[in-house]
């Protein structure tokens, strides 16, 4: 009998590519079912329409009535899209977001019923989601926790249901998700970035950070990922040996795009652009199977929104092509795992992006405040940036060569690295004579514009300058970017801050406006050197050198999470008014316990697998050499027999070998399972996962995948690697 591995493979061979019906336009979808500004004007009267606006660009209250007056205008706008049920939707700590649907409709007497929805439902819910995770802020018998309406990010439709983006508290107003406190931080940024803005163009009152993802992920035709319990549970192969071609040719990417998987592609970006996702770039990515999808920039947090959005509707639209989406950072080992490149910058209200360089020696020197500020911050908060990005799945990623490493370090390409290395040199202690002033003047200006073209590209580095924004190539494919946004922009904002304090100081005490924030730029950049670094990120001359300059190289999240209790990083928090120490404490126990939960399911699946998978197949395939073997000994005899049977027995032996180092590695793992459990402390019981229980996954994955190549083919419980990455 087959079994369900080569069932499901035949499934996959008799696939045919689903095409969607569209013909039009694609920029005749765009934001067709969004309750944006443009729907609000028609919806709305005037005046309520201008204060909405109000609202939504610069966070004043809603009035209650007002907020009547919005909730009935988008109940009658999503009722024309087809919606009869409203969800507030929000993003719990879990990684994904959340949603409780409610009706529209609403018994009023025997037989009568109306579509109602009003200021309350829209601003406020009370979805009882005790089982969220909380760290500790919400106990379960008062387990009330509220969204509350988020106006800056548009409402929207998916489906027959209007979906209201929401920030989510406990009862005493601690966030319990990503989305508060990002509003906070980007609050922070704005707030700081428009003080310095003051130093070189009075009209600028606003300044939005910008952010531009780049979602990487696997496809996997949905009965090969259902025959695998691995991917199903994790989302990642537990086991599997290298197929005998994987990505070394490079030829897939950039390739060309597979017809099935292209049909899901339109079909998702359709769906996305009817969302006002603003999709435009789609390509195979490096590994067989890996594709990428990136939109436009947008403000940070509504960039966050459609990201997670996207994330939703790509596995919805899968299942519909039979394909599984795999968001896991490293879903098959030994060939490249996927990130999620977080593109940043900051942008005025006067249209201008900060971190572009000038068209004259003015706007350099603004360009040259935001980019020093930046890799300041960088330099003092590494610590902080790898906490904000460390998970059980990017942890396999991280150093692992082939993706950023663990050590975070910034790099800028050879002309500003020698702009600011021009500028250090030129460090005075007193006043500067009028030739240093033209000197640095010179420096500064000589940052042409072009730079945009021709800036050189470094994929080793964790944190590179891509012209006019920065990268951020660590955080990983599953992320909520809420996590690093938060981290990004609370510690610039708090660079800037710093930045306007002790420049005001320098003038203050005689010095004039450019030269002082120039002389301060001399010692951010002479402060902050040992965090640039431009060769090679893979290199392990890369890790004996960030050594030497005293870089942290924390390698597993349990160690990158202990960041969280420092009281310097909780000082920071509280200062720029993002998170609270007790907000801070409850992310760090969340965090710690959701590594410890994936590395228990890991584990435990583990030892299911090799128990009732691989076991049974091992046995079976011996059995079935036994046989031969006593048959050739009944024919042949004795002694030609033995001859005859020589590689049956060796095979058997083999066979063996691996089956039991397997099941004694899996027995010495279930040990430190037990004794892992017993540990109260999260940061303690964590460590222990990674040290003692997760010490064990290469050893069983070693001896497991050498009896994948021993058994037959036919009895191989598993759909293996090359059919899970190079069918489609
Ligand atoms: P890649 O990194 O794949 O070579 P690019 O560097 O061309 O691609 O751009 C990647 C992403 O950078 C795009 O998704 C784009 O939206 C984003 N991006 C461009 N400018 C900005 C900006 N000012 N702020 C934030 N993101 C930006
Ligand atoms: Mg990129």
């Known amino acids: 009998m087959a079994t369900k591995r080569l069932e499901a493979y035949q499934d996959v061979l008799h696939r045919e590519p689903r095409h969607v019906d569209f013909n039009g336009k694609l920029s005749d979808l765009f934001g067709k079912n969004v309750f944006h500004a443009e729907q609000m004007r028609e919806y709305l009267p005037s005046d309520t329409y201008k204060l909405m606006m109000d609202c939504m660009t610069h966070g004043t209250r809603l009035e209650r009535k007002i907020a009547d007056q919005v909730a009935s205008a988008m109940k009658d706008w999503s009722i024309s899209k087809g919606a009869t049920h409203y969800t507030h939707w929000f993003q719990p700590l879990t990684g ?28 406020q819910q009370e979805p009882d989601a005790s089982s969220f995770p909380n760290g500790g802020i919400r106990n379960t018998f008062e387990a009330r926790g509220y969204t509350a309406w988020d106006p800056s990010s548009p409402a929207f439709v998916i489906g027959k249901t209007l979906c209201i983006p929401t920030i989510f508290i406990s009862y005493t107003g601690e966030s319990l998700d990503y989305k508060m406190p990002l509003l906070k931080a980007l609050h922070a940024m704005d707030n700081a970035a428009v003080e310095v803005c003051q130093y070189f163009d009075k009209n600028v009152t606003k300044v939005n950070a910008t952010l531009g993802w780049e979602q990487e992920y696997f496809l996997i035709d949905s009965a090969l990922f259902n025959a695998r319990p691995d991917l199903m549970l994790t989302g990642r192969a537990l086991f599997g040996h290298a197929p005998a071609k994987g990505q070394q040719l490079e030829d897939h990417y950039f390739g060309s795009i597979p017809e099935r998987v292209h049909a899901f592609m339109r079909e998702f970006e359709i769906e996305a652009l009817l969302l006002g996702i603003p999709v435009t770039t ?30 939703d509707i790509m596995e919805k639209i899968a299942r519909k092509h039979n394909f599984r989406v795999l968001l896991h950072e490293k879903p098959f080992s030994g060939v490249n795992g996927s990130g999620k490149h977080n593109n940043w910058s900051l942008s005025t209200n006067t249209g201008v992006n900060l971190l572009a360089p000038g068209k004259n020696p003015k706007s350099n020197l603004q360009f040259l405040t935001f980019f020093v500020n930046t890799i300041k911050a960088i330099h003092d908060n590494a610590d902080i940036l790898r906490a904000c990005i460390a998970s059980a799945g990017n942890d396999h990623r991280l150093g692992a060569n082939e993706a ?53 590209r470094n994929r080793t580095s964790p944190f590179a300058f891509t012209g006019n924004k920065f990268e951020f190539r660590a955080v990983g494919s599953s992320a909520n970017c809420g996590s690093s946004m938060i981290v990004l922009n609370t510690i610039v904002a708090k660079q800037l801050k710093d930045f306007k304090k002790s420049v005001d100081s320098r003038i203050s005490k005689g010095e004039a406006k450019d030269e002082a ?22 290199g392990d001359e890369w890790v ?13 999240t349990p160690r990158a999470l202990k960041v969280w209790h420092d009281k310097k990083v909780e000082k920071l928090f509280e200062e720029m008014n993002v998170l609270s120490a007790r907000e801070l404490e409850a992310r760090r126990e969340i965090e710690f316990d959701n590594y410890i939960m994936k590395i228990q399911i890991e584990s435990r699946l583990m030892g299911d697998i090799t128990q009732n998978y691989f076991t049974p197949a091992a046995i079976q395939y011996q059995n ?84 994948e190549l021993l058994i037959e083919d036919e009895l191989w419980p598993l759909p293996k690697f090359r059919e899970l990455l190079f069918t489609r």
């Open 96 to 123: 994904s977001t959340a949603e409780k649907h409610d009706a529209f409709f609403k018994p009023v007497g025997p037989g009568r019923a109306i579509e109602r929805f009003d200021g309350d439902m829209l601003v």
């Open 624 to 707: 079935k050499l036994i046989k031969n073997v006593q048959g050739l000994l009944h024919i042949l005899g004795e002694k030609n027999g033995r001859i005859a049977s020589k590689a049956q027995i060796e095979i058997i032996e083999r066979i063996s070998l691996h089956l039991n180092k397997m099941r004694v590695a899996a027995e010495l793992m279930l040990e430190q399972r037990k004794i892992a459990n017993k540990i109260e402390d999260v940061e303690e019981k964590a460590i222990a996962y990674c040290d003692k229980v997760k010490h064990y996954f290469d050893e069983i994955r070693y001896h497991a995948d050498k009896l």
């Open 404 to 456: 950023p490493p663990a050590i975070i370090s910034a790099f800028i390409g050879t002309q500003l690295s020698s702009i600011l290395d021009d500028l250090e040199k030129n460090i005075k202690a007193g006043k500067m004579t009028p030739q240093d002033k033209t000197e640095l003047k010179m420096n500064i200006g000589k940052i042409p514009q072009i730079m945009l073209d021709n800036t050189d």
């Open 544 to 556: 004996k050198e960030a050594e030497k300059r005293g870089l942290s190289n924390l390698k597993d």
């Open 282 to 311: 789609r390509h195979n990515e490096v590994a067989p199977n890996q594709f990428e999808c990136a939109p436009m920039f947008e403000e940070c947090n509504l960039a966050n929104d459609h990201n997670l959005l996207l994330m």
């Open 517 to 538: 924030i120039l002389k301060e730029l001399q010692v951010l950049i002479k402060n902050s050197k040992k965090i640039r670094f431009e060769g090679n990120g893979y």
